[in-house]
């Protein structure tokens, strides 16, 4: 029998308990969440025209060539130049590959743009093509004379069909010299149609989450390969021709795999990151760099002389999201759309940094912070723990220096993850709370890649009972990576998978959802035999109030192939409403998936249970996790 002791709450559950990490890793933003269809838009990818084919009949040598603008700084040197001779349609063509192909809907709308100069009249002919290089849609676009002016153009047309893998191809037809920059194509379904916006189903997969909060922009490329390297939120707002585009760093870490073509153009910035925290009702939580490049890598350092302008940074992000249209950054903010504030109350400084360089670094950046900001959290980052002298070491410096929120993370076997749910039983509970900000459970590799089974998933969601009864302990908690293309990814598992036109949640997928949606404001003891519920027959359990639907939610794992009796027996209540709603994930085995052909295979079945009285009776699936919501009367 659990004891379920209703009317005690133990622990406050912060309304940023359950959120998202969100990088740009596996293709996640250019190629993912980003929706722009054509690769190296701007030719300023290494090699200059990576992801373009030039078709030429007849040959003219010097016709198509990349020219570079020479100055000092430029964020956007590079742009095409095509020259021609009274060329006609089928003369001379560029056609882009899109990223690993563009999925290309039927009857929707295609919105091209360009920026172009030129002296001449030339007409560009805009065709998607499919995997047989058959048109699916098409426009002619005038390139009209403007001298030595540049000028955008733009033009929308409809597709005739759907392509899984499309391309894009432009002939040109006319007489004279034509430049070309910023070659772009978004479909018209974007996330809440904005041009130039985000794809609307990986968007919506996360909405439909009801994140706490989104940390962004990583990860490992917060803090780059090399400094050069690390992400720098200032050259990522404003307009998208002027935003300097960089090498991803998991490019640079593994060219080999599936991705040599990796950049980072930055047509998703923190602007656009601030703004979806904000459609999706999420806290933002951004990472800035804090002086040291990946010390798995280069181990870069900033001399402690030489941390100004990163410390700057910092104050300026705290402005840029909520200084008034007065201040120099809240004015940038209100001229790319939002003039109201985004209230930022979390900063995290540095990922996956540690050892004294980083303790000295993040004293300066946290007395310059409360200095001006006292009501800014900030985050800092306790390694790559949980185990061992460095993460020890680390975390009792952090709690000395009080810092708000110390960032765990953890890629464990299920095993582990099993084995640590009472992690947080014994943590102090004053002073720095927990933001466990990376975590998977890591099953052993299957045809190459770490798959994200229900064994996996069911081993997370033991272990989240773990942080939901430590609510007092650990504030946020946040799976990662969070999207991974199935042709371009460098790290499994992952949450969320995609290809050019679907995307599917894995087991990990729904239990996060689930503990998201049932997250509850109070933690409630639940205990079996005067203890907690953590592994006694494989089960595990947690249980909260939600204040604002006056429920009880009770959150049970059976991580055992056997059906589990249980009785659950509610106290401090006046009378249980008689009908619960009751929530299952189970898996057939665990070593089920989910696929891009059975994309719900595991996936929650919502069902009604009756309640008698206030000793419930209720059997847990094997290999199932449930989630009972029950009226309090
Ligand atoms: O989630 C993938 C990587 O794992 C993150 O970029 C990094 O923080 C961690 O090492």
């Known amino acids: ?24 890793i596996n293709l996640g933003a250019d190629g993912g969440i980003y929706a722009e269809l054509i690769k190296n838009r701007s030719f300023e990818f290494f090699k200059p025209l990576m992801g373009w084919r030039v078709d030429q009949k007849p040959f003219v040598e010097g016709a198509v060539t990349v020219q570079n603008r020479q100055g000092a700084n430029l964020p956007n040197p590079r742009f095409l130049r095509v020259q021609l001779n009274n060329a006609a349609k089928g003369n001379l063509s560029m056609t882009n590959e899109g990223f690993r192909g563009m999925g290309i809907k039927k009857d929707l709308r ?58 894009c191809r432009i002939w040109f037809e006319g007489t004279g010299t034509i430049d070309l920059d910023m070659i772009s194509l978004f479909p018209e379904d974007t996330w809440k149609k904005r041009p130039g916006g985000m794809r609307a189903d990986m968007i919506q997969m996360l909405a439909d989450m009801k994140p706490g909060f989104i940390r962004f922009p990583g990860g490992c490329i917060v803090e780059g390969f090399d400094l050069s390297n690390r992400y720098q939120w200032k050259k990522t707002i404003g307009p998208i021709e002027e935003r ?92 790319m759309g939002h003039a109201a504030p985004f209230n930022l109350k979390f900063l995290g400084v540095g990922n ?47 709690r000395k220096m009080n810092t708000d929120l110390i960032d765990e993370h953890y890629y464990r076997s299920p095993e582990w993850f099993f084995s640590s749910v009472r992690r947080y039983d014994n943590y102090p509970r004053t002073g720095s709370k927990v933001f466990a900000g990376e975590y998977a459970s890591h099953v052993d590799k299957t045809n190459g890649a770490q798959r994200n089974t229900w064994l996996a998933a069911i081993s997370e969601a033991a272990f989240m009972t773990g942080l939901e009864r430590n609510a007092d302990v650990v504030s946020m908690a946040s799976y990662a990576p969070l999207f991974s293309h199935i042709d371009g990814w460098q790290w499994a598992p992952d949450m969320i998978w995609v290809d050019n036109l679907r995307s599917y949640g894995s087991p990990t997928y729904y239990v996060q959802k689930l503990f998201s949606l049932n997250k509850g404001s109070k933690v409630v003891p639940l205990t079996l035999n005067n203890d907690v519920v953590a592994g006694q027959d494989s089960l595990y359990a947690s249980s909260v109030i939600d204040a604002a639907t006056n429920e009880l939610v009770i959150k049970i794992v059976n991580a055992s192939n ?43 079945k919502e069902s009604t249970i009756a309640i008698k009285t206030k000793k419930i009776d209720y059997t847990a699936a094997p290999y199932s996790f449930s989630v009972l919501r029950i009226k309090l009367q």
């Open 244 to 335: 300097q585009l960089i090498m991803n760093r998991w490019n640079i870490e593994f060219p080999h795999r599936s991705a040599p073509d990796y950049f980072q153009t930055f047509g998703l910035g923190f602007f656009e990151y601030f703004q979806l925290c904000d459609d999706i009702g999420a806290e933002a939580l951004p990472i800035l760099n804090c002086g040291m490049a990946c010390q798995f890598n280069s181990a870069e350092l900033v001399p402690l002389d030489q941390l100004d302008p990163y410390i700057q940074d910092a104050l300026d992000l705290i402005e840029f999201a909520n200084g008034d249209v007065t201040t120099t950054w809240g004015k940038k903010r209100a001229e």
């Open 110 to 167: 295609y919105d091209f743009s360009v920026m172009y100069r030129t002296a001449g009249n030339i007409k560009l002919h805009v065709e998607l093509l499919n995997a047989k290089n058959q048109v699916i849609g098409n426009s002619v676009v005038d390139a009209t004379a403007t001298g030595d002016a540049w000028k955008k153009l733009a033009k929308s047309f409809q597709s005739t069909d759907t392509a899984q893998k499309g391309q």
């Open 1 to 24: 029998t659990f004891i379920i002791k209703a009317n005690q709450p133990a622990a406050t559950i912060q309304p940023t308990m359950w959120g998202v990490f969100f990088e740009d």
């Open 562 to 604: 056997k059906e589990q009796a249980t009785v659950l027996s509610v106290e401090g209540v006046k009378k249980l409403v008689a009908q619960g709603k009751l929530t299952v994930l189970q898996g057939s085995s665990l070593t089920v998936v989910n696929s891009f052909d059975q994309p719900t295979q595991v996936s929650p």
């Open 352 to 398: 996956e940094n540690w050892g004294p360089q980083y303790i000295e670094r993040l004293k300066i950046f946290q007395k310059a912070i409360k200095e001006k900001y006292p009501n800014i959290k900030i985050v800092a980052s306790s390694g790559t723990g949980p185990d061992g002298d460095r993460f020890e070491l680390l975390n009792t410096e952090l």
